[in-house]
């Protein structure tokens, strides 16, 4: 258990459909990473927050959002679903933002249909 | 760009034999490696990590990995894998930020009793 938590863990959802995901960090970090893993593109690295604020970004849509509260869990949502969104999402968090271990969270599998 | 190859997708080997997983990397400066292993319905999980110093790199459950700057690899070796090693493996190339990293396409591990 890395101490990083996920929910839902299972999503189905319909095209055009918005979700939200949640992850709670592990106690004591301040960096959030979410990342999409998908048969067709891999692990991508989706975006950052550390302390709050966005710290990175990769090959997030602009469908997609993100946010870091002030008790350190984030939320990722996804709008205007599509069939190619279908994919395993992880939540990693780590103690700051530059290169410390990134503990990963079980994902959430979302299904679009 | 950077960039990350894994050779080869699925890797079979007997229980008890050495293993090595390949990985090469692209990157413009000093990067950072790391080896990640996800097991089936996990998340990932950080194995070992090179940043500087010493090229042989030691980790967790028994694994090690080389960094050779002049062929740009950094491959994953174990002398002896155990039923409990098979899983799918990622290795990463990242610079100062670690959430931009970027992962190769995986290898997946079978062990043959």
């Known amino acids: 258990d890395s101490g990083v938590t996920q929910t839902p863990k299972h999503l189905i959802t319909a095209t055009g459909q918005r979700v939200t995901l949640r992850c709670s960090p592990r106690?004591?970090?301040?960096?959030v990473y979410w990342y999409q893993q998908s048969l067709d593109q891999g692990l991508q690295f989706l975006i950052q927050y550390y302390n709050g604020e966005e710290r990175a970004k990769g090959n997030i849509l602009e469908r997609f959002s993100a946010q870091q509260f002030p008790d350190l869990h984030s939320e990722l949502n996804l709008s205007s679903l599509e069939l190619g969104d279908s994919a395993l999402y992880f939540c990693?968090?780590?103690?700051?933002?530059?290169?410390?271990?990134?503990?990963f969270g079980p994902g959430t599998r979302l299904l679009v249909l | 760009a950077q960039s990350v190859t894994q050779p080869d997708i699925h890797i079979t080997v007997s229980e008890g034999a050495s293993l090595e997983l390949r990985c090469n990397y692209s990157y413009g400066a000093t990067p950072y490696l790391f080896w990640y292993v996800q097991s089936p319905g996990q998340g990932l999980q950080l194995l070992l990590k090179?940043?500087?110093?010493?090229?042989l790199v030691q980790g967790i459950k028994g694994f090690e990995a080389e960094f050779k700057r002049s062929q740009s690899s950094f491959n994953l070796r174990k002398p002896s894998v155990h039923w409990s090693d098979a899983a799918e493996y990622f290795c990463?190339?990242?610079?100062?930020?670690?959430?931009?990293?970027?992962f190769g396409d995986g290898t997946t591990l079978t062990v043959k009793p």
């Open positions: 990693a968090s780590s103690l700051g933002g530059r290169q410390e271990t990134q503990y």
């Open positions: 090179y940043f500087s110093g010493d090229t």
């Open positions: 990463a190339v990242g610079g100062t930020n670690a959430g931009k990293s970027t």
């Open positions: 106690s004591g970090d301040l960096s």
